[in-house]
Nanobody, 121 residues
Framework: QVQLVESGGGLVQAGGSLKLSCAASGRTFSSYAMAWFRQVPGKEREFVAGIRRAGPTYADSVEGRFTISRDNAKSTVYLQMNSLKPEDTAVYYC????????????????WGQGTQVTVSS
């Protein structure tokens, strides 16, 4: 059974930075794609960033501001978020799937519990 545990969320002012972490356990981390999604109440969960062998993939809304990275030795994926905007406020979820990155949420079988990010204006 795969387990994902996110951390690092919080409250930050617009223009500030946060770094999210997601620790994975339960299978060979390096063989799987890792991704971050986010969701606000009343809206669908949306793709933010993903990473595997082909390199990182970003949503247009975060390109140039967010950086996804992974440490296979620690089975951990990170999301460095800079120049945060109020519209980045959401619950951020870590997800994983075997194979390459997909931007479709239904392609991911395993999910973390989510961590709240709030950006004040």
């Amino acid at each position: 059974q795969v387990q994902l545990v996110e951390s690092g969320g919080g409250l930050v002012q617009a223009g500030g930075s946060l770094k999210l972490s997601c620790a994975a356990s339960g299978r060979t981390f390096s063989s799987y794609a890792m991704a971050w999604f986010r969701q606000v109440p009343g809206k669908e969960r949306e793709f933010v960033a993903g990473i595997r062998r082909a390199g990182p993939t970003y949503a247009d809304s975060v390109e140039g501001r967010f950086t996804i990275s992974r440490d296979n030795a620690k089975s951990t994926v990170y999301l460095q978020m800079n120049s945060l905007k109020p519209e980045d406020t959401a619950v951020y979820y870590c997800a994983t799937r075997f194979g390459e990155v997909s931007t479709a949420r239904n392609e991911y079988r395993y999910w973390g519990q989510g961590t709240q990010v709030t950006v004040s204006s």
